[in-house]
């Protein structure tokens, strides 16, 4: 179990996890088996004594909401990666392989498969192996829990952890490959000399890249056929009386194998079990929207306030605004006109790349009163809500712009709405058509729609922008219609000082992180997202 403690609220550790009382016993839920192991031995040692696991043991310590929240954001900006990575490259290439491994030591999880006993001092700079390696066991139970609730986010989820362990299993030395199948009960049985000398012809026909030298240095397991079905439709091993005989740098297919039966099992069993946890009112927020989160930049900082002029937002939106928000600014300027999911996305965008309170009621009022809404009507029925949107009024909460993912899973479109993400919420007929009368290439356009027919949204806006920037990579993970902007922004040459004055609140929260100093939650989760449904009533149709 993990016990929860909020030091400033709770005076008792709240148990809410992995735990479920019935019956006056607690039985725990998130263990591939009904039966609690009980650890007779060092945790530290057994537990962490190697880099990667196939999480079959629970967490048993006490962590804080701080930290919970914390190794659930770090974790899912790795699964995000690994997710992205997986569409801009091919998996396990060279490519691939870099970037993701750059990305797991930049967020700290564990990637050396050598522990000495410097490495599990906590007295080092930085965070120890043995830290990592708690953080990778914690925060994959944590994202157990947001991601078991429906069968999408649960087919997410697995294909995303599976091609992490891909990727760090075949990253291990031999060595540690075989004392990781140790360790995890996996004794597939290696054949004996004799009978790798009698097999020798068919061991080197079914085996791709193989000789004679090679059949005899390398190690082949003898493993029933029904456990590597993969490697038998690919014919990449020898078949014979019922056995796959899989040389071994094929055995991470049966490793996966038995990693995706565990971790679909367990999610079942968590979904059925999480009503116990939502109870909880401090944990049911946070892990209802994790499964959407933002994870990126915060934009609600307005360090490049004013820079932007009314003058200059219609050229802004044809070369720097992603597609969801030239969509809103044509509509705008057509209809002179938005209703209030529209406005919402809109304006806080518009707030996010620096436009200032009086700007922004200056140019809502001035498109407004050119259609059917008068100036006295609007300073009565819509002016609120902008001064609202500024935390100039009621809660005085200064909201944060959407993320992609805010504006992809909620609120979506209906008739005459002009909000959403246009590569989630559009016809593709409708957005071929779209995206041709912006003169994108026929072959740019096919490749947007391949990336919308596989569900990959973002995905299609970050080659949108690459196709209007006329650049090969946009060498960065979109998230954020802000962040478009801003990358827009500093590729064209008038964004430099933006980017510069917007990152900086971020980079003092990584240091203050580095250093051991406490790091509040930001504003991208559970908090703002009750800010965001209190601004909501604040947008009212006419």
Request: hydrophobic letters at 35%; glycine letters at 6%.
């Amino acid at each position: 179990m993990v016990i929860l403690k909020d030091m400033k609220t709770f005076k008792k550790p709240l148990r809410v996890i992995y735990c479920l009382r019935r019956r006056s016993q607690l039985k725990a839920i998130m263990q591939f088996t009904r039966r609690r192991r009980k650890l007779t031995v060092d945790p530290q040692n057994e537990l962490y004594g190697h880099c990667l696991q196939l999480y079959g043991q629970p967490p048993l310590e006490n962590i804080s909401l701080s930290e919970f929240e914390t190794f659930a954001v770090e974790r899912l900006k790795l699964l995000k990666t690994v997710e992205n990575l997986g569409v801009s490259f091919v998996k396990m290439s060279e490519q691939y392989s870099k970037k993701l491994h750059a990305e797991i030591s930049g967020l700290n999880f564990p990637y050396r498969p050598e522990v000495d006993e410097s490495s599990l001092s906590k007295c080092q700079a930085g965070p120890s192996e043995y830290e990592k390696r708690r953080k990778d066991h914690i925060s994959h139970f944590i994202l157990r829990l947001a991601y078991c609730q429906t069968e999408d986010l649960r087919r997410w989820f697995i294909q995303q952890e599976m091609d992490l362990f891909r990727h760090r299993f075949a990253d291990l030395p031999p060595k540690y490959k075989t004392e990781f199948l140790h360790r995890n009960n996996l004794k597939y049985d290696t054949i004996s000399l004799e009978e790798k000398n009698n097999l020798r012809d068919q061991l080197i026909n079914s085996s791709y890249g193989f000789s004679g030298t090679t059949v005899v240095e390398q190690d082949f397991y003898k493993v029933p056929f029904q456990d590597a079905l993969d490697l038998v439709r690919t014919r990449k091993v020898f078949l014979q009386g019922g056995y796959a005989y899989i040389p071994h740098q094929e055995i991470v297919a049966i490793v996966l194998n038995d990693f995706r039966t565990r971790l679909s099992k367990a999610l079942a069993l968590t979904a059925r079990s999480l009503p116990a946890v939502q109870s909880d009112e401090r944990l049911q927020p946070l892990l209802n929207h994790l499964s959407h989160a933002y994870v990126g930049q915060d934009y609600s900082i307005q360090k490049n306030i004013g820079k932007v002029s009314l003058e200059q937002i219609d050229a802004l939106s044809a070369k720097s605004f992603p597609l969801c928000m030239r969509q809103l600014h044509k509509a705008l300027r057509d209809n002179h006109h938005l209703r209030h999911g529209g406005r919402m996305q809109y304006g806080l965008f518009l707030k996010g790349i620096g436009l200032t309170l009086e700007q922004a009621l200056q140019f809502w009022r001035s498109e407004f009163i050119r259609g059917k809404v008068d100036a006295d009507k609007f300073d009565k029925a819509y002016a609120y809500s902008i001064r609202h949107m500024f935390g100039k009024e009621g809660k005085r909460t200064d909201y944060t712009p959407y993320s992609c993912m805010k504006v992809i899973l909620s609120n979506p479109p209906s008739q005459g709405d002009y909000h959403g993400c246009p590569f989630r919420h559009s016809d593709p007929e409708l957005l071929k058509q779209k995206l041709q009368s912006y003169k994108l290439s026929p072959s740019g356009i096919i490749q947007i729609l391949d990336l919308v027919k596989g569900m990959h949204y973002q995905l299609a806006c970050q080659k949108y922008f690459e196709l209007t920037h006329n650049i090969e990579d946009a060498g960065f993970s979109l998230n954020h219609p802000n962040q478009y902007f801003m990358e827009s922004q500093k590729l064209l040459g008038g964004g430099k000082e933006i980017k510069k004055e917007v990152e900086m609140p971020q980079k003092v929260q990584e240091n203050a992180a580095a250093n051991g100093a406490s790091v509040q939650p930001q504003p991208n989760t559970t908090q703002a997202m009750e800010e965001m449904g209190d601004l909501d009533s604040y947008f009212l149709d006419e």
